[in-house]
Nanobody, 127 residues
Framework: QVQLVESGGGLVQAVDSLRLSCAAS????????MAWFRQATGKEREFVAA????????YYADSVKGRFTISGDNARSTVALQMNRLEPEDTAVYYC????????????????????WGQGTQVTVSS
């Protein structure tokens, strides 16, 4: 049974930093890609960052470029999101996502590119 477990959310002040972690389990081979999405209250889920292990290619939403960094360990199927200079607009539930399906032509920035999701972890940034 596949499981994604997130940790690291919390309440911080603007310009503070926070680090989220996610560990995937349940498969004997490594994931193809892992990502972070977020959903603010009353809004749709949106892409934040992704890491495709092939070439260790990373993708970021424009709103977080230069502030957030995604990293991970392919062998352990773990991914982290370092979030710096947080803004109140970053307040949301953050979800870890993973896929073991090789999607060579996918952008890996869409929800449909991922097959498994974590429960989510709340990040609240106060002004």
């Amino acid at each position: 049974q596949v499981q994604l477990v997130e940790s690291g959310g919390g309440l911080v002040q603007a310009v503070d930093s926070l680090r989220l972690s996610c560990a995937a389990s349940g498969r004997t081979f490594s994931t193809y890609a892992m990502a972070w999405f977020r959903q603010a209250t009353g809004k749709e889920r949106e892409f934040v960052a992704a890491l495709r292990w092939s070439g260790r290619t990373t993708y970021y939403a424009d709103s977080v470029k230069g502030r957030f960094t995604i990293s991970g360990d392919n062998a352990r199927s773990t991914v982290a999101l370092q979030m710096n200079r947080l803004e109140p607009e970053d307040t949301a539930v953050y979800y870890c996502a993973a896929t073991w399906t090789r999607r060579v032509w996918a952008t890996m920035t869409g929800s449909n590119d991922y097959d498994y999701w974590g429960q989510g972890t709340q990040v609240t940034v106060s002004s």
